[in-house]
T-cell receptor
Framework: DAKTTQPPSMDCAEGRAANLPCNHSTISGNEYVYWYRQIHSQGPQYIIH???NNETNEMASLIITEDRKSSTLILPHATLRDTAVYYCIVRPRPGNNNDMRFGAGTRLTVKP | GAVVSQHPSWVICKSGTSVKIECRSLDFQATTMFWYRQFPKQSLMLMATSNEGSKATYEQGVEKDKFLINHASLTLSTLTVTSAHPEDSSFYIC????????????FGEGSRLTVL
């Protein structure tokens, strides 16, 4: 699986957009970008995933660069409950029983 | 969304005893489940892949005789920490892949093990 690089920590003001970057310069053509988050002492929560097109759901938006070497997760209006560790993961196409391996992630702190 | 449930949420045991953690997929069948371990302030580390009806596949460095995994049905996988020691104290998390969905894994709430 391709390796990802994320900043170790970020702060965001409550109500503002949180933009979390992820570098995956070695991503291959059949690998998707997944984002999960882990709130303290809980299991990871799925947020969003994409291949090459930008994606949006009720939680967040995912912007993938045209060369697919990096992506940004956007939480449009961050709340205090969005404080968590956010993991960017690349893995092969959906449908396979592939495992998911976590890097260090970005610790996002949303401040009042 | 799909729900994965773990039990117990937390457990304290004496050194040398064995502890069993259950992972259930509540509203879907999971042919494959994954077990992770997470130490404080660290990321999740994959321990093993649990396959229904067959032996689990362990990651390098994970002792299969110490961490017994059983996946006897399509909705239940168990992890047994045998002869637990204080260094086994950790947060154990399971996940399951929902076949037919777009590949995301669903994670349990985690089980915190403290070995005294």
């Amino acid at each position: 699986d391709a390796k990802t690089t994320q900043p170790p920590s970020m702060d965001c003001a409550e109500g503002r957009a949180a933009n979390l970057p992820c570098n995956h310069s070695t991503i291959s053509g059949n690998e998707y970008v997944y984002w999960y988050r882990q709130i303290h002492s809980q299991g990871p929560q799925y947020i969003i995933h994409g291949l090459k097109n930008n994606e949006t759901n009720e939680m967040a938006s995912l912007i993938i660069t045209e060369d697919r070497k990096s992506s940004t997760l956007i939480l449009p209006h961050a709340t205090l409950r969005d404080t968590a560790v956010y993991y960017c993961i690349v893995r092969p196409r959906p449908g396979n029983n592939n495992d998911m391996r976590f890097g260090a992630g970005t610790r996002l702190t949303v401040k009042p | 969304g799909a729900v994965v449930s773990q039990h117990p949420s937390w457990v304290i045991c004496k050194s040398g005893t064995s502890v069993k953690i259950e992972c259930r997929s509540l509203d879907f069948q999971a042919t494959t489940m994954f077990w992770y371990r997470q130490f404080p302030k660290q990321s999740l580390m994959l321990m093993a892949t649990s396959n229904e009806g067959s032996k689990a596949t362990y990651e390098q460095g994970v002792e299969k005789d110490k961490f017994l995994i059983n996946h006897a049905s399509l909705t239940l996988s168990t992890l047994t920490v045998t002869s637990a020691h204080p260094e086994d104290s950790s947060f154990y998390i399971c996940s399951a892949h929902l076949a037919g969905r777009t590949g995301e894994l669903f994670f349990g709430e985690g089980s915190r093990l403290t070995v005294l």
